[in-house]
Structure formats: structure tokens, C-alpha cells
């Protein structure tokens, strides 16, 4: 149980974090977003959640993403979130951007997974239920599902658009061309899609150009998981794998991913972001917010000094020609999309 320590957000919060328009809607949101995949489960000590939050905010970052099945386990990420929203951000409600999303797999059964009207309208009943909310900003299809009709999967976000439960509607994993199905799909019914996520960085590049392209097109905004390729962007393993780190125990990043050729790659951009007086994360967040159709990057953080690290990528965005073209020499596919099923559609 957290301490009831009253919670006053800086006063400065909104000065230095840059805001960027969604697309063409009404909506900005800040550079950097905060993503809770990992770190905010049941797992870890809630006052490090708590601290990681708060000063989130207190830096600006008033978007929180979130997923039903984040954790672990599935759904803790959304209780906690919930606790922390209840003791600290409740009288800041109308300040933030609080995101999350159904697709994949959360219950047992045929309706707990996918892109079927059943499940997604439960799982977002489910989800403010652990938030304690009475609406989500954003509520995103997860991935795309190839059994359940378009229609079914965008009527249903149409349908929690219309009932208060979520303002928005987004997609992620979705293909250039499923975005467009779904913008028009969504279009149609009245409710515009906001938002596409994403995995995208300097070793997963999937997005360009075609996805880029339709978005910008369309006029909906983009957002990018995993801007640090789940660690590899990071100086954590440019001499092997440390201990406790994400590779080093079974996740999401295998360390297989962490090739001879993929580190040489990850050592090259080092220098090139030392050279630039950045970090390597510093400088991969930099380079995914270039393109000015990147609304926000989604990081994840295990420590407030971690945050703060990344969140100082903002006093350098730009990069000179040169800088870009030797970044292309070594930021390149390192097949580490393990969400390209959903994509490839």
C-alpha cells in the first residue's frame, strides 16, 4: 500500500516538453510518452511505479500507455496504474492522455483474444474497471486480426467511441494497407482514426515509407513503441549481457537478436551518438521523432534516473545532413520485429 503522500506536480511541467498535433485532429500530445509494458507490474514495488509517474508528469509527459494484458501479470499494469491515478493524478484527470489496448491474448477461451466485438468491448469494460475510470483517451485494436471482418473490429471501437468509454480510436501493427481499410471503415461510421502505433527504430524501419506515407495522407497522427528496440539502442550491451537485464532472462528480447553483426551495428551508432554529445538512447529517440508525421515516442522506464535520462533526448533533435546519412550506414533492419505477423497482413 503507498504512503498517503500528498502529490503537488511541478509548476514548470508543461515548459520544456514539446507538444506535437495528432495527425489532423484537435489533439497533441508530448514528444515523449510514457509506455507501461514493463516495470509497472505486480512484480516491482508500487512506490517505484509511483515515482517513475510522478515525475513523468512533473516533466511533462501527461500521456500514459497502457494495454490490458501489460504486466506482469496481465493486467496489473492497469491496477497499479489505477492505485496511482486514485492517491496522485485524480484531481489531474483532464491534464492527461491515459491510452490502452486489446488484441492480444488475456483470458482464457475464444473471446479473449483478437479483434472480435465481444472481446474488445469487454476488455475495455475490464480495463476501466482496473483504472477506476470512467473513459480511456485513446482506445486502440491491438493488432489486426485476418479472421474477424474490418468492419467488426472498427464498429466495435466506433461503438466505445459513442458510449463515452474512450474519446479516440487507434490501431497498432497495422499494415499500410489495413490502415487505410480501417481509416475509411472508421470514416465512414463518423468516428476518425486518431492514431497508428507502431514499433519503430534505428534496427526496425518497417514503417518507412509506406506506412509514413499513409498516415501522413490520411491524417492521423503516429506514435512508436519501442523507440529503443527493447534495450538494444541502449549502451546495456555493447559488451554482452549484463545480468538482469531484459535479454538476460525469457522477455520479449531474445538473445539471439544480439548478433556479432547486430552489435558491431549498435556500437557504430554509439559513436556516432558520442560524437553528437548523446547517449545512444538519447540519440535513437532523437532520430525517431526526425519525421515530422512521429507525434510522440513511447518509452518504458525501470528507474526515475532512467526517465530523466531519456527524456533529456529533447535538448537535441536535430541532425545534420551528414549525421543522418552516416546513421543510415548502420541503422538498419536487424530483424527484431517480433510484431510483424500482425503487420504483414
Known sequence: ???????????????????????????????????????????????????????????????????NNYGPPYGSAEESFGVLMAQDLRPFRDELVISTKAGYDMWPGPYGEWGSRKYLLASLDQSLARMGLEYVDIF???????????????????????????????ISSYSAEKTREA?????????????????????????????????????VGCIAFSPLAQGMLTDKYLDGIPEGSRASWPSSLSPSLLTEEAVARIRALNEIASGRGQTLAQM??????????????????????????????????????????????????????????????
Open 140 to 170: 486502440y485494436s491491438h493488432r489486426f486480426d485476418p479472421e474477424t471482418p474490418l468492419e467488426e473490429t472498427m464498429g466495435a471501437l466506433d461503438s466505445a467511441v459513442r458510449a463515452g468509454k474512450a474519446l479516440y480510436a487507434g
Open 1 to 67: 500500500m503507498l504512503a498517503r503522500v500528498p502529490y503537488a506536480p511541478a509548476d514548470d511541467r508543461y515548459v520544456r516538453m514539446p507538444y506535437r498535433r495528432t495527425g489532423r485532429s484537435g489533439l497533441k500530445l508530448p514528444a515523449i510518452s510514457l509506455g507501461l509494458w514493463w516495470n509497472f507490474g505486480h512484480d516491482r514495488p508500487l512506490e517505484t511505479s509511483r515515482a517513475i509517474v510522478r515525475r513523468a508528469f512533473d516533466l511533462g509527459i501527461t500521456h500514459f500507455d497502457l494495454a
Open 183 to 219: 481509416a475509411a471503415i472508421l470514416r465512414d461510421l463518423g468516428t476518425p482514426l486518431l492514431i497508428h502505433q507502431p514499433s519503430y527504430s534505428m534496427l526496425n524501419r518497417w514503417i518507412e515509407p509506406d506506412v509514413l506515407d499513409a498516415l501522413g495522407e490520411l491524417g
Open 284 to 345: 535513437a529517440l532523437a532520430w525517431v521523432l526526425r519525421d515530422d508525421r512521429v507525434t510522440s515516442a513511447v518509452i518504458g522506464a525501470s528507474s526515475v534516473a532512467q526517465l530523466e535520462e531519456n527524456v533529456a533526448a529533447l535538448d537535441r533533435l536535430g541532425f545534420s545532413e551528414d549525421e543522418l546519412a552516416e546513421i543510415d550506414r548502420h541503422a538498419t533492419d536487424s530483424a527484431i520485429n517480433i510484431w510483424a505477423a500482425s503487420s504483414e497482413k
